[in-house]
């Protein structure tokens, strides 16, 4: 089975600084990855998504992430955050050929602070 | 886009009720899911289904039924609840780009 794990349960960082949320996967088998942004008192809406092609996706609001199969990772980046981006990120997989369940990670709550 | 509507986004109950919980899609997708979500814990499957009256159990689906009658209607069934089933609950649709869409979630809290 495949899990994911979220390495920072929370990350505070200034406005305009860099950010980089981190994600790490365990699967046997391929798998397509996703970061979901959660904004207070919403459900969870997409930020980007990796299913083939290049590794460097890049999503909305100036996201982007990276695949790694080596590292078997796919952080998160935003070269310059914004006090709107304060939410809670949730890294998610979902393996190929196998099913339509997605396994999420635990989260990572991001605090942008002025 | 597909678009996912949760009935109640706030509910209290009393320990032992039988509780529903109602989600609801506007396009033609045949996966549907409910996730329970808590601090720490991320998202956890509770039940999906594939089509109408077709059900799978996730990963935590005790103290926990579902119903699903017709394709765009998902239900929810806590059939005593219970004050350990306080928690945000998700439902989404799968869609066609292998994403899902998420509700804004009912947020319950039974005392």
């Known amino acids: 089975a495949q899990s994911v794990t979220q390495l920072d349960s929370q990350v505070p960082v200034f406005e305009e600084a860099p950010v980089e949320l981190r994600c790490n996967y365990s699967s046997s088998v391929s798998v397509y990855l996703f970061w979901y942004v959660q904004y207070p008192n919403q459900g969870l809406q997409l930020l980007l998504k990796y299913l083939s092609g290049s590794t460097l996706v890049k999503g909305i609001n100036g996201f982007e992430a990276e695949f790694n199969k080596s590292q078997t990772s796919f952080h998160l980046r935003k070269p310059s955050v914004h006090i709107s981006d304060t939410a809670e990120y949730f890294c998610?997989?979902?393996?190929?050929?196998?099913?339509?369940?997605?396994?999420f990670g635990g989260g990572t709550r991001l605090m942008v602070k002025p | 886009d597909v678009k996912v509507t949760q009935s109640s986004r706030y509910l209290v109950k009393r320990t032992g009720e039988k509780v529903f919980l109602e989600c609801v899609q506007d396009m033609d997708h045949e996966n549907m899911f409910w996730y329970r979500q808590d601090p720490g814990l991320g998202l956890r499957l509770i039940y999906f289904s594939y089509d109408v009256k077709m059900k799978e159990k996730g990963d935590i689906p005790e103290g926990y039924s579902v119903s699903r009658e017709k394709k765009e209607r998902f239900s929810l069934i806590l059939e005593s609840a219970s004050t350990n089933q306080t928690s945000m609950y998700l439902c989404a649709a799968k869609e066609q780009d292998y994403g899902y869409t998420f509700g804004s979630g009912t947020r319950l809290t039974v005392v």
């Open positions: 998610a997989v979902r393996l190929r050929n196998a099913g339509n369940m997605l396994t």
